[in-house]
């Protein structure tokens, strides 16, 4: 594997010094889908929210200031994920806002209806089964409680379909395949937006109030 395939492998696990390259990017490089997809929760005033898939830390950071009286759990499944997150929050966490854990979000060590936002930025390409991992996120979420899902690929564009074939065990999804598992898995779509001059996506979902 060439240096460069290396690297762009980085994206689904960050390790060693091309997994801290990649992190340092990571933060920058996804704010503005991670700020436009935002725009979604203009409705949603959650107290807990876990953020998965959190990466270098930017969007739990970012909810926070969205969400001063919250609290974010970052989830990551690389603990060089995890550092760059504690560093990036570092001031969060020293206030009692925010905690930052390694996880597998196909099996969440969290308790059932614990959170009331569940958020995934350009993280669902890389979970093993998302109709598994959905699954785990609609049971740790209160009833009534929010999903935000935000891909910069919509599972049709050419440059996730180049990524596709570099980045071991990526999936790139259409919007119409991930709102029809978060339904098999119980969840009401609310809306599904897509950016009018990328192929950004974005997908809010709602526990039912009463399973």
């Given amino acids: 594997m060439g ?4 690297f762009f492998n980085q994206t ?5 010094m091309l997994g801290k390259l990649m992190l340092m990017m990571m933060n920058p490089g ?9 725009k979604l929760l203009e409705e949603v005033k959650p107290e807990r929210i876990i953020e998965l898939g959190c990466g270098g830390g930017r969007n739990a950071v970012a909810l926070l200031k969205k969400y ?25 966490i020293e206030a009692g806002h925010c905690i930052v854990e390694q996880g597998d979000v196909s099996s969440l060590h969290y308790p059932e209806e614990m959170f009331d936002l569940a958020t995934a930025f350009e993280t669902i390409y890389f979970w093993p089964g998302i109709e598994k991992c959905f699954g785990e996120v609609y049971r740790v979420l ?3 409680g929010y999903f935000l899902i935000c891909n910069e690929s919509d599972g049709k564009d050419a440059s996730g379909k180049k ?8 999936k790139c999804y259409e919007m119409e395949e991930i709102e029809n598992t978060l339904k098999q898995v119980g969840f ?3 809306t599904s937006i897509q950016e009018k001059k990328k192929p950004w996506i974005a997908i809010l979902a709602r526990k039912h109030d009463i399973d």
Avoid: N, Q
Wanted: glycine share 8%.
């Fill in 142 to 144: 209160k009833p009534g």
């Fill in 12 to 16: 689904r696990k960050p390790e060693g």
């Fill in 30 to 38: 996804h704010a503005k889908l991670a700020d436009w997809g935002m």
């Fill in 188 to 190: 009401h779509v609310m």
């Fill in 163 to 170: 990524f596709e074939k570099i980045i071991e065990g990526m």
């Fill in 68 to 92: 001063p009286g919250s609290h974010v759990t970052a989830v990551d499944y690389s603990l060089l994920s995890c550092e760059k997150a504690r560093e990036c929050a570092k001031d969060m």
């Fill in 3 to 6: 240096v460069l395939k290396r």
